[in-house]
Structure formats: structure tokens, C-alpha cells
């Protein structure tokens, strides 16, 4: 069994700073891409930011420069710093894992909800 268990999420002002971790565990092994997606009521699944394994990043627009993803491989755990939120940013926040021989598995998380008061 692989699980990947999302934590950190809470209520914020706007302005404020959250750190949401996602740690994989159980059988999973050379975990490739980490990606960390929300998704907001009524609205589509946004993908938020990603990580390779060799440590590139990419951002959507609407977090660059105030979200980092980061990862500790050793612990199979993903970041999200996210700083200067907004309430626009509030949704629920799931990460995602590419992980086996071949990197083709993926495992999601049960999500974490992040609500930015105004």
C-alpha cells in the first residue's frame, strides 16, 4: 500500500504564510515527479507546482513568486511554502506522486483545505 498524507492546511489572513507537507509512505519507491494541485468550489483542478526528482520546479502564474515547492527525498516528503496568500488561494490542496520502475504509478493524498480570509 502507498499513501501520501497531506498536512498543514488552516484557516490564514490574507498576507499570511502557510507550509503544507505531503509525505509519502508505505511500499512506494523511486518517486519521480511530486505535484502539488487545488482545487477551489466550483471551479477545475489547478495545478499548482511541480518537482523532478533531479530538483527543477515549475509554478502556475498565479503562485510564482509567492509559492516554493521544495522536496526532502530522504524522507519522501513535498513542500509547499506559500506566502503572501491571497483569498483567491483558497481551495483544497492535494499533492500527487510519479513513482516505480519506470515512474508510471502515481499516488494522490487525501487533500488539505486552505482558506485565506480577506
Known amino acids: 500500500q502507498v499513501q501520501l498524507v497531506e498536512s498543514g492546511g488552516g484557516l490564514v489572513q490574507a498576507g499570511g504564510s502557510l507550509r503544507l507537507s505531503c509525505a509519502a509512505s508505505?511500499?512506494?519507491?523511486?518517486?519521480?515527479?511530486m505535484v502539488w494541485y487545488r482545487q477551489a468550489p466550483g471551479r477545475q483542478r489547478e495545478l499548482v507546482a511541480t518537482?523532478?526528482?533531479?530538483?527543477?520546479?515549475n509554478y502556475a502564474d498565479s503562485v510564482k513568486g509567492r509559492f516554493t515547492i521544495s522536496r526532502d527525498n530522504a524522507k519522501n516528503t513535498v513542500y509547499l511554502q506559500m506566502n503572501s496568500l491571497k483569498p483567491e488561494d483558497t481551495a483544497v490542496y492535494y499533492c500527487?506522486?510519479?513513482?516505480?520502475?519506470?515512474?508510471?504509478?502515481?499516488?494522490w493524498g487525501q487533500g488539505t483545505q486552505v482558506t485565506v480570509s480577506p
Open positions: 508505505g511500499s512506494i519507491f523511486n518517486i519521480g515527479t
Open positions: 500527487s506522486a510519479s513513482w516505480g520502475i519506470f515512474q508510471t504509478r502515481e499516488n
Open positions: 518537482t523532478t526528482s533531479g530538483g527543477n520546479t
